[in-house]
């Protein structure tokens, strides 16, 4: 069964630092992985994807995603945090099929202080 | 303009009455999905259907009845709704049933029961 491990729960960081986000899968299969972001009060919108091409994926708003298969890890990450990055992060995977389904991690939220 | 659009944004309701969320996409999208967040932040698929078709049918009671009048709308009904069914409910759709398909999401409903 494929599934997703968000490592940390919350993150905090300052603003202008780096920002990490870790995520681990399990997949029989070479997954499509993606991370989604959740701000306050509004649904989920795309950061990127990775679907078996470049391992380092680069998404909207700076952020930037390595797929690792050795590691089994697909980290998020952004040299430098602004405030407004400060939202629930969910790292998904897309199991095999004929249709989607995606599987989402339990998500973290990143903090970012002043 | 909105992409996907649900309606009501929160619904508040006590145990046992029977409710309904409603769906609009204009991005001219095949494929709708509803997915349900729980307190822990959770998102779990529901259903999904492509073109007015049911493809997916996650496990759920069968007091929850998707509609799809037409490929734009999934709408959701809830019998007898019970205090378990409290949760935030996400529309999303996407252009098809791709496995890397990036999914569009409403800014969700927050269903209280009582």
């Known amino acids: 069964a494929q599934s997703v491990t968000q490592l940390d729960s919350h993150v905090s960081v300052s603003e202008g630092t780096p920002v990490l986000l870790r995520c681990n899968y399990s997949s029989s299969y070479s997954p499509s992985l993606f991370w989604y972001v959740q701000h306050p009060n509004k649904g989920l919108q795309l950061l990127l994807k990775y679907t078996s091409a470049a391992t380092l994926v680069k998404g909207i708003n700076g952020f930037e995603a390595e797929f690792k298969k050795s590691e089994t890890s697909f980290h998020l990450t952004k040299p430098s945090a602004h405030m407004s990055d400060a939202a629930e992060y969910f790292c998904?995977?897309?199991?095999?099929?004929?249709?989607?389904?995606?599987?989402f991690g339990t998500g973290t939220r990143l903090l970012v202080s002043p | 303009d909105t992409a996907v659009s649900q309606t009501p944004k929160y619904l508040v309701t006590q145990m046992g009455n029977d409710k309904s969320i409603k769906c609009e996409q204009n991005l001219g999208h095949d494929t709708m999905y509803w997915y349900k967040q729980d307190s822990k932040k959770f998102l779990k698929i529901m259903f999904s259907y492509n073109n007015k078709e049911l493809i997916i049918n996650e496990t759920v009671p069968n007091r929850f009845s998707p509609k799809s009048p037409d490929k734009a709308h999934l709408n959701l009904h809830i019998n007898s709704l019970e205090l378990g069914d409290s949760a935030v409910y996400f529309c999303?759709?996407?252009?098809?049933?791709?496995?890397?398909?990036?999914?569009?999401f409403g800014s969700g409903t927050q269903l209280s029961v009582l």
């Open positions: 998904v995977v897309s199991p095999p099929g004929s249709f989607q389904k995606l599987v």
């Open positions: 999303a759709s996407s252009q098809s049933t791709g496995l890397a398909e990036k999914l569009f």
